[in-house]
C-alpha cells in the first residue's frame, strides 16, 4: 500500500512541476525575460504528456512571436515567427476549450505573426531585399491562410500577400516560383484594374519558358473572361499558337508541325499571316530534295497554292503571297524548260516532247506573270520600303525579266531591267 501511496505522490508532483513550469513561461514572458519564458515553455512541450496540452502550444506561440519581434533576438533565433506559427497551429488542433485563449487575445498572436511578416516583407522589398522580401511574403500567406481555413478572415485568397510574393520572387529572378503565385491568384480569378496583367504575364511564361500551350490559353480564356475590353488578347493568343509552331519547327516533326498549321487555321481562318507561312512551309517542304523527300509533293503544292490565294483573299495587297504564287509557276516552267534540254536526239517523237514541255513551260510564265504584276502595283508605286518588301520587289521584277526575254518581248524585258536597276534609288 505504501508503494502504491508513493507513486501516485511522485505522479502528482511531476504534474506539479510541469505546471510550474508552464506558469513560469508565461511570467517570464510577462516580465519581457523572453530567453528565460523559451527555456521554460520548451521544456513543458518537450514532456510527452505535455504535447497535446493546449494551453502550453498557445503560450509558445505568444513567445516566439515575442522573440521574432524583437531586435536583439529575432537574429538569434531566425526561424521563431514560423515556429510561433506551427505552436498556434497545434494549439488549434490540441485545445479543448472552443480556443478561449484566442478569442480573449482577439486573435492577437496571429494578426501579429500575419502583420510581421507582410511588414518586414514589405520593408526587404523597399529595400530591393527581393529574396528576404519572398520569403516574409510566404510567411505572410501561411498565416493568412490558416486564417482562411479555419474561417477567421472571410476571403478567398490573399491578395496582396501573393501578389508581392510573385513580384519578388521574379525580381529575385526566380521566375518558376513567381508563376506559382500568380497562378494562384489566376487560379481563383481575381480581377481588378491591376491585375490584367497577371494574366498575360502566366500567358507569356506558360508559352514561352515552358512550353505548355494548354496553360498558356487557359490563362488567355481566363484573361477574356474578366477582362473583356482588353483588345491584346488577340495578338497573345496568336504568339501563343506562333511559339508552339516554332517548337514543331525546331522539332524537324513535319507532321506535327502542319497538324499544329490545321489547328490555327481553324481557329483563325482569316489570318492572312498563318495562311500565308503554312503555304509557304508546305511549298518548300514539297521542294526540299533532300533524303526526306516527301512522297506527295503535288498534293502538298496544290494545297499551297489554295492557301496563299487565301491568304490573298484576306488581304489582297499582301505582296510576300502574291511573290510565292508567282514563283509556284516560274519555277515550274523553269523546271520544264530544263527537262526540255536534257531529251537528246532530233527524231520527231524527241522534237514533239520538247515542244510539248516548252510549251507547258510558257503556260506556266504566263500564269506566273499577274502574280509578280502583283508585287510591282502593291510595292512598285511607294517610296521607301522595308528590307523585305525590297527584295521581294527586286525578285519579282527579277522573275519578269527573265519571262519577257523568254517570250521575245524586248520592251518588256527592258522596261524590268530599268525598275530593277532603280530599286535602291526608287526605295
Known amino acids: ?9 511522485v505522479c502528482w508532483f511531476s504534474l506539479g512541476l510541469s505546471a510550474q513550469s508552464l506558469d513560469k513561461a508565461k511570467d517570464f514572458l510577462k516580465a519581457n525575460k523572453l530567453t528565460d519564458a523559451k527555456t521554460q515553455i520548451d521544456g513543458f512541450l518537450a514532456d510527452a ?12 506561440a505568444t513567445i516566439y512571436e515575442a522573440i521574432a519581434a524583437n531586435d536583439q533576438l529575432k537574429s ?17 488542433q490540441f485545445d479543448d476549450k472552443k480556443l478561449i485563449l484566442l478569442i480573449v487575445d482577439k486573435y492577437k498572436v496571429i494578426n501579429e505573426i500575419y502583420q510581421s511578416y507582410f511588414q518586414t516583407g514589405a520593408a526587404d522589398y523597399n529595400s530591393a531585399k527581393y529574396a528576404d522580401a519572398l520569403e516574409n511574403f510566404k510567411g505572410a500567406i ?19 500577400s501573393n501578389i508581392y510574393a510573385g513580384i519578388s520572387a521574379e525580381k529575385a529572378k526566380k521566375r518558376d516560383t513567381a508563376a506559382t503565385y500568380y497562378s494562384r491568384l489566376a487560379d481563383a480569378k481575381i480581377g481588378g484594374t491591376n491585375m490584367v496583367e497577371i494574366y498575360k504575364w502566366l500567358a507569356n511564361y506558360y508559352s514561352s519558358d515552358k512550353n505548355e500551350e494548354s496553360k498558356a490559353l487557359k490563362y488567355i480564356d481566363y484573361g477574356k473572361e474578366l477582362y473583356p475590353n482588353d483588345s491584346s488578347w488577340k495578338d497573345l493568343e496568336v504568339s501563343v499558337y506562333e511559339n508552339q509552331l516554332d517548337i514543331y519547327r525546331k522539332s524537324g516533326n513535319k507532321d506535327s508541325l502542319f497538324a499544329g498549321y490545321d489547328k490555327i487555321i481553324n481557329k483563325f481562318p482569316n489570318n492572312n499571316i498563318f495562311l500565308y507561312n503554312y503555304g509557304l512551309e508546305l511549298y518548300q517542304y514539297a521542294q526540299d530534295t533532300s533524303t526526306k523527300r516527301p512522297a506527295n509533293p503535288d498534293e ?4 499551297a497554292k489554295q492557301l496563299l490565294n487565301k491568304s490573298l483573299e484576306v488581304k489582297p495587297d499582301y505582296p510576300q503571297a502574291a511573290l510565292v504564287l508567282g514563283e509556284i509557276s516560274y519555277n515550274d516552267g523553269v523546271e520544264l524548260q530544263s527537262k526540255a534540254r536534257t531529251l537528246k536526239g532530233a527524231t520527231p517523237d524527241v522534237v514533239k516532247k520538247k515542244t510539248e514541255m516548252r510549251d507547258q513551260a510558257m503556260k506556266r510564265y504566263e500564269e506566273a506573270i499577274p502574280y509578280f504584276e502583283k508585287v510591282d502595283q502593291d510595292l512598285g508605286s511607294k517610296g521607301k520600303l522595308r528590307m523585305d518588301d525590297k527584295t521581294a520587289l527586286r525578285n519579282a521584277y527579277d522573275s519578269l525579266i527573265t519571262i519577257y526575254e523568254q517570250k521575245k518581248q524586248k520592251d518588256k524585258s527592258d522596261a524590268y531591267t530599268t525598275k530593277y536597276n532603280n530599286v535602291d534609288k526608287d526605295h
Open 49 to 60: 504528456k505535455n504535447q497535446k496540452n493546449g494551453e502550453g502550444w498557445y503560450t509558445k
Open 142 to 160: 501561411a498565416a493568412s491562410s490558416f486564417m482562411i481555413q479555419q474561417g477567421w478572415i472571410n476571403m478567398k485568397i490573399d491578395t496582396t
Open 300 to 303: 502538298l503544292i496544290t494545297k
Open 1 to 9: 500500500m505504501k508503494s502504491i501511496l508513493l507513486t501516485v505522490f
Open 76 to 92: 538569434q533565433f531566425p526561424d521563431a515567427r514560423a515556429q510561433a506559427l506551427d505552436a498556434l497551429k497545434n494549439y488549434v
